[in-house]
Structure formats: C-alpha cells, structure tokens
C-alpha cells in the first residue's frame, strides 16, 4: 500500500492560501459532526430556539440512554456488530482466495472470469430486491439476521482488490519454492499467501465492516423494527415516532460512533486502500 | 540382500511417486477453480439469479403475501402512463445532475490542494473520507436538523446576511438541493481522493516541461493534470452516475421515513417509487418492472458514458 510515497521532488509547497481553503472544507466537512454533539447533548426546546445553540450542553448521558430505550438501539447495535463482524470474515477469506487465483495461479478461463467478476461491480445490488425478497420469504428468512448476511458473504470489489494487492505482494518464487517442496495448494495457500495478505486483508476488512455497518436499502426491506441493525432503527428514529430531537441526535451518534472510532484509529490505512482499489480501475 | 528386501521394489516406489504427482497436479488444477466457486456460486444465487428473475416476475401480477400470475406487460403499461413514474424518472435525473456535477468539479478542485507538499496531510484526507464513513441514515438525520425550517443552522445563517428562511422540506427545488448536498457531502472527499491518487501517478517530467515552455499554474492544470486524469474521470462519473440512479435513503429519511417523497413527490426518485410499489402498497410485479427499468437506465447511461469517453479520445 505504498500509494502515499510523496513525490515531494516537484510537488507545489502549500501557501497560505492552500492552507485556508484545506482548513475551510475541512471545517465545512467536519461541522455535522461536531453539530451531531451539540443537538445530541441538549434538551428539545433548545434546538427549536432560534439562533440554535452553539455549544455543547449537558444532557448528552441522559439523551444517549432515553435513545438505547428507543426503537430498540441496544438490539441495533449488536445486530449490526453481528452482520457487519460475518460479512467481513467471509467476505475478506472468500475474496483472498478467488483474489490469489486470479493473481497468481493459471487456469483456463481465467481472463474472461476475472472481468466477469469485475463487471458485477457495475450492477447495483438493489435492483434484485424484489426476487431476493421472495426469495427469503421461502427460506423462512425474513426478518431474520441471515436475510441480510447472505447476499453481502462475497464481494467483487474484493476479490479485484485483493488480486491488485497479491500481483504486487506475493513474489512467484516464493510460491515455485513451495512447490519444490512439495507443499499442497491448501498448505501453500495457509503457510505462504496468507502471511504475505494479511496487510491487503486488513486494509479490506475495515472497508467492509463499514460498508456492511452502513447498508441501508437492502436491510430497510429485509428487516423490520422489532429486529433491527443500527441503519434500520435510525431510518425508524427519524420516522418521526420520536419527537425529541436530542435523543434523535443521541441515537444518531451512538448508531455511527462505532464506525467513526475505527476511522479515526485506521483513517491512514483506509485512504490508503481505497485510493489503491481505485487508482487501478 | 535383506536390506534390499525390506525395500519396496523400484517400480512400486515410481509408481507410488507417479500416483502422488498425479494428484498434486490435479489439487494443482482444480485449486483455482476451487478458490473462485465460493465467488461465483454466491453471485449466482444472491446476485444474478434475482437480476434475471426481476425480469421474470416485472411479468406478473404479484402481490406482497400472495402467488403470482401471468399478465403479459401490463406492468409495463401501467408504469408508463403513470405520471408519478414520469416525476420519479424526473427527479432522480434532477438530484442526479444537482449532485453528482457539483461533487465532481469540488472533488477535482480539492485534489489540487491536497496535492501540495504540506503539514497536516494526513489529518485532512482522514477529515475528506470522514463523511463517507458516515451512513446515510445518519447523515441525512443531522442534515434534516440543519436545514430545519425554523431552527436550523443554515436558515440561521442565511438569516444572518439577510435571506429569508428557506423551507428546506416543502419547497420543491429547495428539498432537491438540500437532499443533493448530503450526497455531495458524503461523497466529495472521496473522490477527490481517487483524483488525486490519479494526480500523482502523472509523470513529473510532464509539469518540469510544461514549466520549460512557460505554462503557468492554470494552464498546467488544463493541459497536463487534466488529459492525464482522463480515464480516472470516466471512472468516477460511471461510478456516481449508476450511484445517482439508485438515490434513496436520502429522500426516504430526509422525508420523515415516507416513500412518497414529499407532500407531492417534490423529491420521489426511483428507488422511492420502487420502495413504495412494493412494500408500502404491496404490489411487487410493479416494483420489479421499475426496477427492470432502472437497469436497463444503467445499462444506457454506462454505454452512453463510453461512447462518449471513446469519441473524445478518438479527437484528442
């Protein structure tokens, strides 16, 4: 992931005027969070009053817990935890291995599957909802936590992404000396590729954990408010049965703080990866 | 000789040998179509399968809880001769164009800063791509909060150098652009930050010319920056185009969770019409032939798109 090597040889110097306009987008960009705190940390007449406040004020605990009472945020949340913590298990070992063989191994068919794979990114997933609808309803699925785990198990985006990172990676003789050494294609793939992924599977699995934690149309169809993920009871927050717009906010934060903790410990990594998943497009 | 004895014969040994290779090669074949099934298979069943199948059931009469039967293209018939179709179609292309165009010149704008040697890089891109971790049902749940009629921020603002308060909800081209720039909020620092990863892969010997011959800062950008993130560009308009096409948590949230997109649809996009067809009025035959429609509008536009990309660069 060595995107961000600079090129300071001939790159421009920040002037002043660089800096001012970095520093305005960037506070035009980061305003709705800190305006999330403020409206979540007061009480509900003070945000119908106008100037609206400013500041911070004191009822955010208060607000946070009328919120997990609510449309049943507490259930949400370890929902999502659950969805978003099985999509990324499967979706990133599932993309390393299809990633790998398209990277590394010779087959037959292998160019003409690899932009197939590749142009299923082009297809968006909500066109199938009402098939895959119908389809859950036989299964006995609906409502349930899997009607939403199952279509999210594999990515294309993944698998691209991982057969872009392990090109690069994983150097052909170290898989020919395994091959001298008579390992087997499974011990090959545990013992050499795997080590040499983990990096690429890490910047992946957070970018599927967010994507899975922020899903919306798909589980607004699939599931209902009596078994929620964070997405779907927020959708329910805002359907105005909660008149209070503090334990709205508050529930808006606790819904996205989990996702927005990760980013702000692995942004690095994250920008990272999404600037390499695209930079080859 | 008992040495020699307790030895498997020669021929048995290369048989054996030859039985292992044997299968190793084959485990050797078979491994990367192993490896690629899970992919496939799952694309197949949750992916292909209910594509194909919306065409199937945009055929029948198909209602939430009951079987279906078979009405030809009535669906079809009935999705156009609806005006509420023709607004949906209308809207979407509007909160299309008011999104997407104002994202990408702002995204390629904030590529060029961002593309300086400078302190505090890190912390700005983190601050760009902040946004698009944020879902959309969050977002757009603190934006209905700022752009509130009578107590929100940006009214307050707009107060403050002497505009009128906007009804930011009701009115119907005030409602598409406050639902266009959550999605130009959400989306523009990623963008910029594919922009600027294209940026840096064009050669500096390019500029270090440009500069030889006398091309200022502007006229670098047009001629240099600009051709070489072509193919970038295509990229991220087919991405946004196929994006904008698919707009709805936006709308749904940003109307109190109702799927007609205000009191008169001011801001219902296809996938509300879509969502309202199927789940709020139960008819899923007609949910799956917009759907289908949809698709195929994806289909055009991409091609659309790439004949476009293909005649400029056949002038250029």
């Known amino acids: 992931m060595s995107v961000f090597v600079p090129r300071a040889r001939g790159l421009l110097v920040a002037g002043p005027r660089t800096y001012a306009a970095l520093v305005a987008t960037a506070f035009v960009f980061l305003l709705p969070f800190y305006y999330l705190v403020v409206a979540a940390s007061r009480p509900m007449a003070e945000m119908a009053q106008s100037p609206p406040p400013l500041t911070p004020g004191p009822l955010l605990f208060s607000n946070i817990a009328k919120a997990l009472d609510q449309q049943n945020i507490g259930l949400a949340l370890v929902n999502s935890l659950v969805v978003a913590g099985v999509v990324t298990l499967s979706t990133v070992l599932l993309c390393t291995l299809a990633g790998y063989a398209f990277a590394k191994l010779g087959f037959r068919g292998r160019g003409p599957l690899f932009a197939l794979a590749v142009g299923t990114m082009m297809i968006p997933p909500s066109l199938g909802v009402v098939p895959l ?15 939403v785990i199952l279509p999210s198990l594999v990515a294309a985006f993944g698998v691209f992404f991982m057969r872009q990172y392990l090109v690069q990676a994983l150097p052909d003789e170290l898989l020919d000396a395994a091959k001298v050494d008579g390992a087997t294609a499974l011990r090959t793939v545990w013992s050499v590729v795997l080590p040499i992924a983990r990096p690429g599977m890490a910047v992946l699995g957070m970018l599927t954990f967010m994507t899975a934690w922020n899903d919306f149309f798909w589980p607004v169809i699939a599931l209902d408010t009596t078994n929620p993920t964070v997405q779907v009871a927020l959708a329910a927050l805002g359907g105005g049965y909660v008149p209070d717009t503090g334990v709205i906010m508050a529930g808006t934060l606790v819904g996205t703080l989990p996702v927005v903790v990760v980013f702000l410990l692995l942004g690095r990594q994250i920008v990272g990866g999404i600037v390499a998943g695209a930079v080859k497009a | 000789m008992t040495l020699t004895l307790s030895r498997p014969e020669p021929a048995v040994v290369n048989r054996r040998r030859a039985r292992r290779s044997r299968l190793h090669a084959f485990e050797a074949r078979s491994a990367p179509y192993v490896y690629i099934a899970p992919f496939f298979l799952l694309f197949a069943a949750f992916g292909l399968f209910p594509l194909i199948d919306t065409a199937w059931i945009s055929l029948h009469r198909y209602r939430l809880g009951s079987s279906m039967s078979f009405i030809g293209l009535d669906n079809f018939v009935w999705l156009f001769t609806n005006p509420a179709f023709y607004n949906a179609l209308l809207k979407t292309f509007t909160i299309g164009v008011l999104s997407t165009v104002p994202q990408l010149l702002l995204a390629l704008g904030l590529a060029h ?5 400078m302190r505090g890089r890190t912390f700005f891109r983190v601050a760009m791509l902040m946004p698009y971790a944020t879902s959309v049902a969050a977002a757009t749940l603190v934006f209905a909060q700022l752009f509130s009629r009578d107590a929100g921020l940006i009214n307050w603002l707009l107060g403050v150098v002497g505009v009128n308060p906007v009804d930011w909800r009701n009115g119907s081209w005030a409602a598409q652009i406050a639902i266009s720039s959550i999605i130009i909020w959400r989306w523009t620092g ?34 240099v920056t600009l051709p070489g993130l072509r193919p970038t560009i295509l990229f991220t308009i087919v991405v946004s185009t196929i994006g904008a096409s698919q707009v709805f948590g936006e709308p749904l949230i940003f109307g109190g969770g109702a799927a007609e997109g205000g009191a008169l649809g001011q801001y219902q996009t296809l996938g509300l019409f879509l969502y309202q067809q199927g789940w709020q009025i139960g008819q899923l035959g007609r949910a799956a032939a917009v759907a289908w429609v949809m698709f195929l509008l994806i289909v055009v536009l991409v091609l659309v798109n790439a004949a476009l990309a293909r005649r400029r660069e056949r002038s250029a």
């Open chain 1, 133 to 147: 609808y119908s389809l859950m309803v036989a299964l006995g699925l609906a409502g349930s936590l899997a009607s």
């Open chain 2, 113 to 117: 800063l961002l593309n300086h040697r």
């Open chain 2, 190 to 223: 990623y963008n910029a930050l594919i922009y600027l990863a294209g940026m840096q892969s064009i050669p500096q010997d390019l500029y270090e010319a440009a500069a030889l011959d006398g091309a200022n800062g502007w006229q670098q950008f047009r001629h």
